[in-house]
């Protein structure tokens, strides 16, 4: 993985990291729950945005190297799995 792909994953985990923390604070204060689940909604989004930057990245590398070596079965199995795991609720 490329250091600026590995910088920009970071700079959303800590955006995450400080929601969680939000959310954390807004249960111990007592906060109202609609303004919780708001914070919980921008938590799975910031997730979500992290998830798209890693799958882009392996997408453009780790499964172009794949089908270049032949593995193509791999790749299409990975990004299968990828799918349903992103799509099941």
Same mark, same amino acid.
Do not use: P
């Given at each position: 993985?490329?250091?600026?792909?590995?910088?920009?994953?970071?700079?959303?985990?800590?955006? +995450?990291?400080?929601?969680?923390?939000?959310?954390?604070?807004?249960?111990?204060?007592?906060?109202?729950?609609?303004?919780?689940?708001?914070?919980?909604? +921008?938590?799975?989004? +910031?997730? +979500?945005?992290?998830?798209?930057?890693?799958?882009?990245?392996?997408?453009?590398?780790?499964?172009?190297?794949?089908?270049?070596?032949?593995?193509?079965?791999?790749?299409?199995?990975?990004?299968?799995?990828?799918?349903?795991?992103?799509?099941?609720?």
């Amino acid at each position: 993985m490329q250091q600026q792909v590995k910088r920009r994953l970071i700079h959303r985990l800590k955006i +995450a990291e400080g929601q969680v923390r939000g959310v954390q604070k807004m249960i111990t204060d007592g906060e109202y729950c609609i303004d919780i689940i708001a914070q919980t909604s +921008a938590v799975r989004h +910031a997730l +979500a945005a992290l998830e798209d930057i890693i799958l882009e990245e392996h997408l453009s590398k780790c499964v172009v190297d794949q089908i270049k070596s032949g593995d193509h079965k791999k790749a299409i199995k990975e990004i299968l799995s990828v799918y349903y795991k992103k799509n099941k609720k």
